[in-house]
């Protein structure tokens, strides 16, 4: 041990209380910079993952992110003519040549992608009736793109494969209508087209309006029944990284030439109000370590001021101003690294406690454990932060002991 290091831990070690008082403020800045980060991570990360669990990353759509460019504007852009209110032909909507560009949207790595055909219909049964979002979709793809097979309390989507006229419905819906599995309803699409389908599958989400609002046929089936033949209208894809979605779905827009929204873009509007959550967040735990970093400063303070004729009579020996700024220095990083430590270790008690910790939402059926994030990036966060506080805190009185004027002090003492 150096002898300033030895000079330094002298002068925490004589003064107890004080060295205690700043000692806690560092570890329970720490501890609770650590139990409140995890929870609102944790929370943050639950949400993103329910979010991207239950929505596509990517959607391609049969339309077009930019309205396209009349012909005639393309042939005469300078034309002293202008045609307004031309209606366009009437063509049956859907992806163009979706067998190939599903081909290529499969040929990239490190994603699954499904065909679907999604559309309004209108469900009737004993005489009730109620707009509903049909999908179409193949059971086997649509296991690797969705969980809404894992949502399932009755039922399977390999059934649609089995039944060709089977549906599969929310459990919002079956409540409300008075349905259970095998019941026979109506269902009528905008083209005229109707088909008695027979209830093989019932969901629960957990989402009210999804639960009530969608249903699930095989794809030839909803191709049949909205008079598009071999058409589909959505690929859903899922990704092996989820925020990589952004730039997959520019890939994709690009060579496709279709819409492409990936999950960020849809909620972009919640992931800004994550990250000003988590700025709030942030600033409001760390201002818990500025405070305890005001305890470190006060009681290096006191030192300094007690110890000048010291501090003089090290200078008159020969120490150097930096080797004195580095005595009180020392004593902040001390007490930043013992502070740091004990912090961590009471804060992971505190995010054990918080993890077993069980609560019914309102309006919930099951209890829930609050969501914490164990990741190690906030440990070094809340350990690095205290310890830049602490030295932050030594470095004024540190500065100002190595500014002493060993002469004038000794000629004060004579």
């Known amino acids: 041990m150096s002898i300033q290091l030895g000079i330094a831990v002298t002068h925490l070690v004589n003064r107890k209380r004080p060295t205690l008082v700043s000692l806690i403020g560092i570890v329970l800045g720490v501890a609770f910079f650590l139990a409140v980060s995890s929870l609102m991570r944790g929370s943050e990360r639950d949400f993103i993952k329910r979010l991207i669990d239950n929505s596509p990353h990517i959607t391609v759509?049969?339309?077009?992110?930019?309205?396209?460019?009349?012909?005639?504007?393309?042939?005469?852009?300078?034309?002293?003519?202008?045609?307004?209110?031309?209606?366009?032909?009437?063509?049956?909507?859907?992806?163009?040549?979706?067998?190939?560009?599903?081909?290529?949207?499969?040929?990239?790595?490190?994603?699954?992608?499904?065909?679907?055909?999604?559309?309004?219909?209108?469900?009737?049964?004993?005489?009730?009736?109620?707009?509903?979002?049909?999908?179409?979709?193949?059971?086997?793809?649509?296991?690797?793109?969705?969980?809404?097979?894992?949502?399932?309390?009755?039922?399977?989507?390999?059934?649609?494969?089995?039944?060709?006229?089977?549906?599969?419905?929310?459990?919002?819906?079956?409540?409300?209508?008075?349905?259970?599995?095998?019941?026979?309803?109506?269902?009528?699409?905008?083209?005229?087209?109707?088909?008695?389908?027979?209830?093989?599958?019932?969901?629960?989400?957990?989402?009210?309006?999804?639960?009530?609002?969608?249903?699930?046929?095989?794809?030839?089936?909803?191709?049949?029944?909205?008079?598009?033949?071999?058409?589909?209208?959505?690929?859903?894809?899922?990704?092996?990284?989820?925020?990589?979605?952004?730039?997959?779905?520019?890939?994709?827009e690009a060579r496709t030439g279709y819409k492409s929204v990936s999950w960020l873009e849809a909620s972009e509007d919640l992931m800004s109000v994550l990250f000003v959550r988590n700025m709030i967040m942030y600033s409001v735990v760390s201002a818990i370590l500025v405070v305890a970093a005001f305890g470190i400063y006060n009681t290096i303070s006191t030192i300094v001021m007690e110890k000048t004729h010291d501090i003089a009579i090290l200078k008159s020996m020969g120490f150097h101003a930096r080797d004195i700024r580095w005595i009180f220095l020392a004593e902040g990083v001390l007490l930043g690294l013992i502070g740091s430590l004990l912090g961590l270790l009471l804060g992971t008690g505190l995010m054990r406690l918080l993890a077993g910790v069980k609560l019914k939402p309102p309006g919930a059926s099951e209890l829930v454990h609050l969501p914490i994030y164990w990741g190690y990036e906030q440990f070094l966060l809340a350990a690095g932060f205290a310890l830049v506080s602490a030295v932050g805190a030594a470095y004024l009185p540190a500065h100002k002991a190595g500014r002493v004027q060993p002469v004038t002090i000794l000629r004060g003492m004579g």
């Open 61 to 252: 759509s049969d339309e077009y992110r930019n309205p396209q460019v009349q012909p005639a504007v393309l042939r005469w852009p300078e034309g002293a003519v202008e045609v307004r209110r031309v209606k366009p032909l009437h063509e049956v909507r859907g992806i163009r040549g979706h067998a190939q560009k599903l081909t290529f949207i499969e040929s990239l790595p490190g994603l699954r992608a499904a065909p679907t055909l999604v559309s309004a219909v209108v469900l009737t049964f004993a005489g009730r009736t109620q707009g509903v979002t049909i999908t179409g979709a193949i059971p086997a793809k649509m296991k690797q793109v969705s969980t809404i097979e894992e949502k399932l309390i009755e039922g399977s989507l390999d059934a649609l494969a089995a039944n060709s006229n089977g549906i599969i419905i929310g459990v919002g819906l079956a409540k409300k209508f008075g349905l259970s599995m095998g019941s026979v309803l109506n269902v009528a699409a905008t083209t005229g087209e109707g088909r008695a389908l027979k209830i093989v599958g019932i969901f629960r989400t957990g989402n009210a309006s999804y639960d009530e609002a969608q249903t699930f046929v095989s794809l030839k089936r909803a191709q049949s029944l909205l008079d598009r033949p071999n058409r589909v209208n959505r690929f859903i894809i899922q990704l092996d990284d989820p925020y990589s979605a952004r730039g997959v779905a520019a890939l994709i």
